[in-house]
């Protein structure tokens, strides 16, 4: 199989995106991983630090979002498979966005978060592919796609 491309959409508290890329390369699979803005600050005044300032901060808000939005809709059109990791300490309502929108482009959704989300989260379960709880599920269903065996 050639280059996998996979779009890490989510929670950015936590290294969960290191742990996948990480484990990936310790098992030489072939993937090129993607993600969001994972600065906050970057990623909240991306808008205003290209477009200029706002008095207000529902547009300032809004110039960042819709920025942060043409750089997502863009890697997850462009992603072969989306993972999605729910949190435990904020909601990632963004998250949630990006789910449906991968699920809208036929994009194959692998979902992570801890069993107690479960019920919150059992819509955007039903629509995914794969519900994992860890970094390690995660890569082995990507080794699985590649390479089809089990390890």
């Known amino acids: 199989m050639s280059e996998l491309k996979v779009y890490l959409s989510g929670e950015i508290h936590t290294n969960w995106r290191d ?3 990480s484990i990936a390369k310790s098992k030489n699979l072939n993937v090129t991983f993607t993600s969001p ?7 909240d005044d991306c808008g205003v630090s290209i ?30 498979i989306v993972v999605v990791r729910f949190g435990e300490k904020y909601k990632q309502w963004n998250a949630a966005f990006d789910a449906g ?5 036929n994009k194959p ?3 992570m978060h801890n069993e107690e989300h479960s019920h919150a989260l059992k819509e955007v379960d039903g629509a ?4 994992t709880s860890d970094p390690e599920q995660v ?6 796609v590649i390479n089809g065996t089990l390890d």
């Open 139 to 144: 890569v082995r269903i990507i080794d699985y």
């Open 19 to 21: 742990q996948i890329m």
């Open 37 to 43: 803005v994972t600065n906050h600050e970057n990623s």
């Open 128 to 131: 995914s592919l794969a519900v």
């Open 101 to 105: 929108y991968a699920v809208g482009l």
């Open 51 to 80: 477009l200029g300032n706002e008095d207000k901060s529902f547009w300032h808000d809004h110039k960042g979002a819709k920025i942060n939005a043409i750089r997502t809709r863009n890697h997850i059109k462009n992603a072969d």
């Open 109 to 111: 959704l692998i979902v």
